[in-house]
């Protein structure tokens, strides 16, 4: 297996970037790659949740897959998601991805309307994970999403006897206990704080490296909280985590998915409006976001609407 480093860092969950027609177009990759260096970042999460993984073919995920690996160098992690689909589609895109070079697959089970044992969540990660059988895998826990109400703990344990490429898990949920449990699982696996509005509360646990939606324009501030961490000041990470409330309040007003991509065509790189079944902000209320979030002290670069 492919070894893989500490991740000790912030790593977007880049969007996927779509022209005026909504097609997706990759020559807009390059522009995001240079954004998260100038934002310190040490990598990307490919077609996840924030790439609207749900809403791109099988090709559109294996295209934009190669032009992050393209161009994310030698400097940039790149994990691909490769989930949420049928075991044989997705068996596709990992055999794919490993091909193209990514450091790792992140896997998120087939949505279920049930619930998922332990059991029948680690069969399709092992299934998945063995079309890609040198490529570091994550386990992608999004319980909103999946149906999966087993902790990540237990999940975790039934997988590292069946999941030889298994390297830890992508913790998109709130639940501290269990992430603590989840860390002592298995000596080398690395959990990736999932929740943006919660990275001081993981880095608090011993958690390094997180991913995230908002890092994709606004990791200078995150990167202040781990700074002053670093420096054991409680007091400024604080006072950093209050400018993270104050900015999630205000995007979660108008959608994580609209918000997130309107502030990067404001930095001056576009990657379209979502798609459907989201909803582009209208005229007014992206006049309105810009306004309320614009003067914030946490972006690389000025919003210009």
Same mark, same amino acid.
């Given at each position: ?48 949740? =924030? @790439?609207?993984?749900?809403? /791109?073919? &099988?090709?559109?995920?294996? $295209? +934009? ?5 393209? !161009? ?73 999403? =999946? @149906?999966?109400?087993?902790? /990540?703990? &237990?999940?975790?344990?039934? $997988? +590292? ?5 298994? !390297? ?138």
């Amino acid at each position: 297996m492919h070894s893989l480093p500490i991740l000790d860092g912030l790593i977007a969950a880049a969007h996927s970037p779509f022209d005026a027609d909504g097609a997706l177009d990759v020559s807009h990759v390059p522009q995001q790659a240079a954004l998260f260096r100038e934002m310190d970042l040490i990598g990307v999460f490919v077609g996840g949740s =924030t @790439g609207e993984w749900f809403a /791109l073919t &099988v090709e559109e995920r294996q $295209a +934009l897959t190669e032009a992050w690996v393209e !161009a994310a160098g030698g400097d940039l992690v790149v994990i691909a998601h490769v989930g949420g689909i049928a075991i044989e589609a997705a068996q596709q895109l990992a055999a794919h991805a490993a091909c193209a070079g990514v450091s790792a697959i992140s896997c998120l089970v087939q949505p279920h309307t049930g619930d998922y044992s332990a059991s029948s969540a680690v069969d399709y990660m092992a299934a998945v994970a063995s079309a890609a059988s040198e490529t570091p895998s994550f386990y992608y826990d999004m319980q909103a999403v =999946t @149906g999966v109400d087993v902790p /990540l703990d &237990v999940l975790l344990e039934e $997988a +590292l006897d069946r999941v030889p490429t298994l !390297a830890g898990a992508k913790y998109t949920n709130s639940d501290l206990v269990t992430l603590t449990r989840a860390r002592q699982v298995g000596e080398g696996l690395q959990i990736l704080m999932g929740r943006d509005e919660m990275l001081l509360d993981a880095l608090v646990t011993g958690v390094t490296g997180a991913v995230g939606s908002t890092y994709n324009y606004a990791a200078t501030v995150y990167q202040r909280i781990r700074a002053a961490m670093a420096a054991g000041d409680v007091e400024a990470a604080a006072r950093a985590n209050a400018e993270v409330a104050q900015f999630i309040e205000a995007l979660l007003e108008v959608g994580v998915l609209p918000g997130g991509k309107a502030i990067m065509g404001w930095m001056g790189v576009a990657v379209g409006t979502p798609r459907p079944p989201h909803d582009t902000l209208t005229p007014e209320e992206a006049a309105a976001f810009h306004a309320a979030i614009k003067d914030m002290d946490i972006f690389a670069r000025p919003l210009r609407p």
